[in-house]
T-cell receptor, first 113, second 111 residues
Framework: AQSVTQLGSHVSVSEGALVLLRCNYS??????LFWYVQYPNQGLQLLLK??????LVKGINGFEAEFKKSETSFHLTKPSAHMSDAAEYFC???????????FGAGTTVTVRA | KAGVTQTPRYLIKTRGQQVTLSCSPI?????VSWYQQTPGQGLQFLFE???????NKGNFPGRFSGRQFSNSRSEMNVSTLELGDSALYLC??????????FGSGTRLTVV
């Protein structure tokens, strides 16, 4: 079985500061990993995905994540936060190319002016 | 290219009623998945269909069911609604492999 733990349910950053959202996973087989973002009253938008290619994955809106097998982690970063980054972020895992995603509990990001 | 379309966006139902939600996937996508999102339980997988066949099912009671049509559109049905079924129901589509593209969801309120 696979699972995801997101450390920190709320993160507050200043505009222009580094955004770091932590995600640790467990999977019995090599995983596919994803980060999604959700704005209020909207669905989930894919930020980036890891599917066993390069371990450093670049996504949309300046986000990137690094897959570290030894640490079973897939942390999301953005060098400089923008007000528009305020949203809820979800890390998700699926084993191999399974048909379902297991999501973390989510991290809400607020950006201070 | 049109995205995943879910209808209706908002729905209010009474306990004991049943409800049907609809999802139209991205053109060419044959896989449709459904998820329930609540503040207490987070995002939970309901089921996934590919070419009209259910390939995977989550841990939900039998009151939750779904189906997929030959044009890949999918519906999910919840019978005998309970207050705890109030949630955002999200549909996602794919070609059959990751990644999944999500719709904007249907917000169901049970009163």
């Amino acid at each position: 079985a696979q699972s995801v733990t997101q450390l920190g349910s709320h993160v507050s950053v200043s505009e222009g500061a580094l955004v770091l959202l932590r995600c640790n996973y467990s999977s019995s087989v090599p995983p596919y990993l994803f980060w999604y973002v959700q704005y209020p009253n909207q669905g989930l938008q894919l930020l980036l995905k890891y599917t066993s290619a390069a371990t450093l994955v670049k996504g949309i809106n300046g986000f990137e994540a690094e897959f570290k097998k030894s640490e079973t982690s897939f942390h999301l970063t953005k060098p400089s936060a923008h007000m528009s980054d305020a949203a809820e972020y979800f890390c998700a895992v699926t084993p191999g190319n399974d048909y379902k995603l297991s999501f973390g509990a989510g991290t809400t990001v607020t950006v201070r002016a | 290219k049109a995205g995943v379309t879910q209808t209706p966006r908002y729905l209010i139902k009474t306990r004991g009623q049943q409800v049907t939600l609809s999802c139209s996937p991205i053109s060419g996508h044959r896989s449709v998945s459904w998820y329930q999102q609540t503040p207490g339980q987070g995002l939970q997988f309901l089921f996934e269909y590919f070419s009209e066949t259910q390939r995977n099912k989550g841990n939900f009671p039998g009151r939750f069911s779904g189906r997929q049509f030959s044009n890949s559109r999918s519906e999910m049905n919840v019978s005998t609604l309970e207050l705890g079924d109030s949630a955002l129901y999200l549909c996602a589509s794919s070609t059959g492999q990751v990644p999944y593209t999500f719709g904007s969801g249907t917000r169901l309120t049970v009163v």
